[in-house]
């Protein structure tokens, strides 16, 4: 039970280079799931060793229940980590990877028993505790790593990719029991991943990462739904936010901006510059006119049918970008057609062409 | 439309060296775990190459101070000593074709067992087990092979009918130093031949496939693919193979001594002999002679590495 | 077509039973001089043994020093060996797991040593340790001998050091783990592949060293093997069947080693060489 602050934390490796991690401010509260999300080498996986005390902090401070974790070593954090390779011991079975961190901390036979057993029981590897994981399959090898930190009881998990090395199918079933694990234990959880999907339906917060800053911390539907930047909206959703520069009019008594020779009326004009780049999702362009929604005319670049539904990739006057929009699977087109799509409009985003960030909520109306 | 702003930060997590310590490790620590090894390496590595320079710029003298004397001694040995260049010839001789005997039948040995050749294993291990055998060993056996009375070379010519060819291989100058040369490669062999192997059974089966379908045969597939495409691995056997000839000596030493006439004298047998034989007691010209050739070695190392650098990574 | 090829495979066969005789053919007759006597063989060097004389063996080991050879040899292989494997996995640890300044230009150095002619040293070490009092004795032929084997150890065991994941020793880190212990009980247990294969190429490069003992030592009671098989050849030119029975005892542990690691031992030899 434990709530993790990042006060300003930075990781600088020389003092010449980038920060690896730029002053991250960040509280995680108490019971928490986590998810650290970004491509590779934004940071995220620095910051998570920070906070496990394997990596020293260069700047700022980190906190576990208010007291300070800075200089404090690692394994006096109370914390316990799941590793992306496991780091199962490869020279002792089962039962003494699970009872090697307690017996390093001191307890007693009978305790460790106990706690193996029980641990080894909720994960289903009663039965294998004589192994020694090079007899383990690979998602018996990621419940050993799972094991080794629950028996801990810690205070934090902090896990780094742990399920990157499984199946596919696999990889859905463990996302699953550590949901299931993370509401049995309530234990705080921080998890590092660079798979959306994985941050979607894990976390009960995600706080992406890029370049070495945190871009924005949310409930993954919000985040989803209203991305801070168009890094974030890039990022987010696959395929990501279509994204096109436009320019914001006067129209009528309203505004609006001009979209493949239509203007597409918003809101809210907060802005400095009539230059902005105008973010869609693909689920926001569909075939069928809904109320409220734009009619504007593409012209079809390639169909690509997923099966559920189709990608509709598609090109517009004006712009130089291919589109994509998310259609029925029923929809029917063929390359260089001309067709008519509907945008709904309160799925609208608009960003700054200069910072990238942000610039009005469109929320729906009438909900 | 890309997000130059935030595109790929300049930010390298961990690479190949790792940390144990957050901050690299305590310098106490390090030297723990160093100490043993550097201490060794000083004592018994460092210091002694340090004094061999000395030795060399001094004549010693077994109970009064080290004299001085320059350069005197390398001047001796490249002017004034037949016996030094006759060493270095036959070590250059040696250095010069052994290697090509040795990587080249391994070569053959290691495509032979690679053309799927029933008990390949079985011949592997029995093939290798020379190079594990002691010098000693060696020497004596091939002493006796090369027996003029009832060595089995003389015995099998003689079998033959090739009495002419008999003679005491050894004992000849014409063919001592060839004798020694051809158990030397039996010994080594081998070793080149395991390597060999190792290659080629890691390059991709689908190049030879390829090499099939356009019509070559076995030879065809030895000379124009393989060879090519295990070359890194032949010039760097080639490299150990010269580094070990121009270091030899237990061979040499037990068969002939150097001899007959100086025939096999190397570099090593000959500073061997100078220090340690000839009661001279001065260890002063055998150190200068090792100053010299450690650097020919040096240079012959250095030559090679360089005119392999870009198409080959070496490693000794 | 096929008949060709069936040519092609008898030679190949050929080719190699021929090699295989000229390079295995050597021990097998050396095996059968050890069980025959002097007179016995001078008659027909090249005959199979009439009658196992095992004796001869029991000969060589009392009558004839062996068994002091035997001792030392063994002796100073095993002090040797074991020294060179502590002191060089410990350095190979530090060079593949602590970053710090000068690591690379350390393994460098060390690694260097390796193409060194021995003469460039032999000479000073000889001096060296007539100044300590070591020449002549066992210990010091010993010292030597882990100077001349550790950088082929710390070049090996560094090598597969390296390649451990950094995540055991991080796990290591968090279950309270000291510098000393991620060493004894993780590198060490999680290496031991390569630590037995350094073992193996130091025992048997040790066991046959002859260059070394020769300049170094020069008490009968204090030879190892090769020095014991040279020295009885000096002396006893003629014996050639208990020249062979000697060459036996000192191959035979060799030809052990090998029957029991003949894979690892050639992994080991070659490691260096292979790409």
């Known amino acids: 039970m434990a709530v ?34 970004g491509p590779s080498g934004c940071g995220k996986s620095t910051t998570l060793r920070m906070i496990a005390g394997l990596e020293s902090i260069t700047g700022g401070e980190l906190t576990i229940d208010g007291a300070r974790m800075n200089e404090v070593p690692a394994k006096d954090r109370d914390i316990a980590m799941v590793f992306q390779s496991y780091a199962l011991y490869p020279h002792m079975t089962v039962f003494e990877n699970l009872a090697f961190g307690l017996r390093r901390r001191g307890f007693d036979k009978a305790e460790i028993e106990q706690r193996v057993t029980k641990a080894a029981a909720t994960l289903g590897l009663s039965e294998y505790l004589d192994r020694k994981p090079h007899a383990l399959s690979g998602g018996q090898r990621q419940r050993v790593a799972l094991g080794r930190a629950i028996v801990r009881n810690p205070k934090v998990f902090l896990l ?70 168009t890094f974030v ?64 005319q593409g012209n079809v670049d390639t169909v690509e049918p997923l099966g559920a539904d189709t990608l509709l990739l598609f090109r517009v006057a004006e712009h130089d970008a ?7 699977r029923s929809f029917q087109a063929f390359p260089g057609q001309s067709v008519t799509l509907h945008i709904n409009s309160p799925g609208i985003r608009l960003f700054d062409s200069r910072t990238k960030a942000a610039l009005m909520r469109t929320e729906p109306e009438d909900a | 439309m890309t997000d130059a702003s935030v595109g790929r930060g300049a930010i390298r997590p961990l690479g190949r060296v790792f940390r144990i310590s957050p901050d690299g490790p305590p310098l106490g620590t390090v030297m723990t775990f160093l100490t043993p090894a550097l201490l060794v390496y000083l004592v018994f590595t460092a210091y002694p190459v340090l004094r061999t320079f000395y030795n060399s710029v001094h004549i010693l003298h077994p109970r009064a101070a080290d004299e001085y004397v320059g350069m005197q001694h390398y001047v001796q040995m490249t002017t004034a000593d037949p016996t030094f260049w006759v060493a270095v010839k036959n070590t250059m001789i040696w250095a010069g074709f052994a290697p090509l005997l040795d990587v080249g039948i391994g070569l053959i040995l290691a495509i032979c067992l ?77 070793f080149n031949m395991v390597v060999c192997l190792a290659a080629l059974s890691a390059l991709p089966k689908e190049v030879l496939e390829a ?69 001279t007691f001065d260890l002063g010209y055998p150190s200068a002679i090792a100053v010299f050739w450690f650097f020919v070695v040096l240079v012959a190392v250095m030559a090679l590495k360089y005119a392999f650098r870009q198409r080959d990574r070496l490693e000794y | 077509m096929p008949h060709s090829k069936a040519i092609t495979r008898a030679l190949l066969l050929i080719a190699i039973s021929l090699y295989t005789a000229f390079s295995a053919g050597p021990f097998a007759w050396t095996a059968m001089l050890s069980f025959r006597t002097t007179s016995e ?7 199979w043994p009439e009658t196992f004389r095992w004796q001869k063996y029991v000969e060589a080991w009392t009558g004839s020093n062996y068994d002091t050879y035997f001792v030392n040899s063994m002796v100073i292989t095993v002090l040797a060996v074991l020294v060179t494997t502590v002191v060089g996995a410990m350095a190979a640890h530090c060079l593949a797991r602590y970053r710090f300044r000068g690591n690379r230009l350390i393994y460098f150095i060390i690694f260097s040593t390796i193409i060194f002619p021995p003469q460039i040293t032999i000479i000073a070490l000889f001096q060296t340790l007539v100044d300590y009092g070591l020449y002549n004795s066992r210990v010091g032929l010993i010292l030597v001998y882990v100077s001349v084997q550790l950088p082929l150890t710390v070049f090996l065991l560094e090598g597969f050091f390296a390649r451990l994941p950094q995540d055991l020793f991080d796990a290591a880190r968090m279950d309270g783990y000291s510098d000393a212990e991620i060493f004894w009980k993780i590198t060490v247990p999680i290496g031991m592949p390569a630590i037995v294969t350094t073992v193996i190429l130091n025992t048997v490069h040790i066991w046959n060293e002859f ?13 190892t093997l090769p020095l014991g098989i040279q020295k009885f050849m000096g002396d006893q030119l003629e014996d050639i069947g208990m020249i062979a029975t000697g060459m036996m005892i000192a191959v035979i542990p060799i030809v052990i080693v090998y029957a029991i690691f003949s894979e690892k031992l050639i992994q080991g030899m070659t490691a260096g060489a292979v790409k």
């Open chain 1, 322 to 328: 291919v589109l994509t929009a998310r259609v029925d």
């Open chain 1, 160 to 229: 780094d990719e742990p399920l990157s090395n499984l199946d596919a199918a696999l990889r859905v079933s463990t996302r699953a029991e550590l949901i299931r694990q993370h509401r049995q234990l309530g234990t705080t959880m921080i998890y590092v991943t660079h798979d959306q999907i994985e941050a979607m339906t894990m976390g009960t917060r995600i706080c992406i990462m890029n370049g070495g800053r945190i871009v924005q911390v949310g409930k993954p539907l919000e985040v989803y739904e209203n991305p801070a930047d």
């Open chain 3, 41 to 47: 063989i001078s008659k027909a060097p090249y005959a």
């Open chain 2, 114 to 190: 690679y053309a799927k050749a029933p008990f390949a294993r079985f011949f592997r291990i029995a093939w290798f087990t020379p190079v594990l055998i002691s010098y000693v060993v060696v020497g004596i056996l091939w002493m006796w092979i090369y027996n003029f009375d009832w060595g089995i070379l003389n015995g099998a010519l003689r079998a033959v009918g090739l009495e002419s060819w008999t003679r005491a291989w050894l004992g000849e100058p014409d063919t001592a130093l060839v004798a020694v040369m051809v158990t030397h490669t039996w010994k080594w062999a081998g």
């Open chain 2, 211 to 279: 090499a099939e379908l356009d019509n070559c045969n076995w030879f065809g597939k030895a000379w124009f693919v393989m060879i090519p495409m295990i070359r890194p691995t032949l010039v760097n056997l080639l490299i150990l193979s010269l580094i070990g000839k121009m270091k030899i000596f237990d061979l040499v030493w037990i068969m002939t001594q150097g001899g007959p006439l100086w025939a096999t004298e190397t570099v090593s047998t000959y500073v061997y002999k100078r220090a340690f034989q000839w009661q």
């Open chain 1, 4 to 37: 993790v602050k990042l006060n300003g934390l930075s990781k600088r490796y020389a003092a010449t280079a980038a920060p690896a991690v730029d002053n991250a401010d960040l509280t995680i509260e108490d019971g928490e799931f986590m998810v650290f999300l």
């Open chain 3, 211 to 223: 260059l070394y003992a020769v300049v170094l030592i020069s008490d009968e009671s204090k030879r």
């Open chain 1, 233 to 296: 909206a890039r990022f987010l959703g696959s395929p990501g936010m279509n994204l096109v520069p436009s320019t914001v009019i006067r129209s009528g008594g309203g505004y609006a901006v001009k979209f493949g020779g239509t203007d597409l009326v918003i809101p809210m004009p907060d802005i400095t510059d009539d230059d902005v780049i105008l973010g869609i999702r693909p689920e926001d362009i569909s075939e069928d006119a809904s109320e409220g929604s734009v009619s504007f």
